[in-house]
């Protein structure tokens, strides 16, 4: 990392990005760990220049505003709705300006919500592949991974299909980048913020973990023809992003708690951090495969 990254990390850090302490008199806002659970409440708060994280202490929602109206990736779990819509509010936005939700991956975990965002903001709702047909239906294909173990959710209908390759609204500009994997239509975002003079570009990637029910195989191409080839492709394509500033939708597979809020011990930026997150999902990879390959034990 150069000495200027480095010092725009400290920067951003003395300046408290996350939740302001609480002044006296005043409850203070929850401080969430790579421990909390996918229902802790969390404070929103400032991720960089118009980003903000709007979810909760274990699973993301990220809303990325301007004056022609805002967007909103994931929309974690039905019953996290209302801190979200508050969260929302609470830093200074209206939930009827919300234009758009995109999503990472469908399941309950992700999308859970979005039928109930959808419907009390007016929001349209986008989304690629098999994943946007899973929101369509609420519940993943037989193409899943997890496809029996995984929850069903409130169903979303219609739901937009990304046709030219980006999301447009005003100055907001969304790259989607298939990271087949997850799930089939699993999807990470790609954007930029800007901070005065400084801009940065911001990536929320998508899980890239080889997780599956007991009887799903990513090395049985007879099976799944193409899913492991497309799933590597996802894995080097993350590794080439252009990533100031990586999030993900489980906040401490980036250790975002490390980063943001009261008890962050280092600065937010670091351009190494969607490389890093790359090579340990190619590893993980290679060691299932692996397993999958052993010998079964008598």
Not at 211 to 233: E, N, T, V, W
Request: with cysteine; proline share 8%; net charge neutral.
């Amino acid at each position: 990392m150069t000495r200027a990254l480095l010092a725009l990390g400290a920067a951003l850090l003395l300046a408290g990005a996350g939740p302001a302490p609480a002044k006296p008199g005043k409850v203070a806002d929850p401080v969430c760990t790579n421990d909390s659970k996918w229902t802790d409440p969390a404070a929103p708060f400032r991720i960089f220049g118009n980003t903000w994280y709007v979810g909760t202490c274990g699973l993301s929602a990220i809303l990325v505003t301007s004056k022609a109206g805002h967007v909103l990736i994931d929309a974690p779990m039905d019953e996290n709705v209302p801190l979200i819509e508050a969260n929302i509010q609470r830093a200074g936005f209206k939930l009827k300006d919300v234009k758009y939700i995109l999503f990472s991956h469908a399941h309950y975990d992700h999308v859970g919500g979005v039928a109930r965002l959808a419907r009390d903001s007016g929001a349209t709702v986008v989304g690629r592949g098999a994943d946007a047909e899973a929101v369509e239906r609420g519940k993943g294909g037989r193409d899943d991974p997890q496809f029996y173990s995984a929850g069903s959710f409130a169903p979303h209908s219609p739901v937009q299909r990304l046709d030219d390759g980006l999301v447009l609204l005003g100055p907001l500009a969304f790259t989607p980048v298939p990271t087949t994997g997850h799930t089939p239509g699993s999807t990470s975002w790609t954007w930029q913020s800007c901070e005065k003079k400084r801009c940065v570009q911001i990536v929320y990637a998508d899980s890239l973990t080889a997780i599956s029910d007991d009887d799903y195989k990513f090395g049985d191409d007879g099976g799944h023809p193409g899913y492991l080839a497309a799933f590597r492709a996802s894995i080097a394509r993350l590794e080439r992003l252009d990533c100031d500033l990586l999030i993900t939708p489980h906040p401490a597979a980036s250790a975002m708690w490390e980063r943001f809020g009261p008890s962050a011990t280092r600065g937010p930026i670091d351009p190494t951090a969607c490389h890093n997150l790359a090579v340990r999902a190619g590893k993980a990879l290679d060691e299932r495969l692996a397993r999958e390959a052993a010998p079964a034990r008598p």
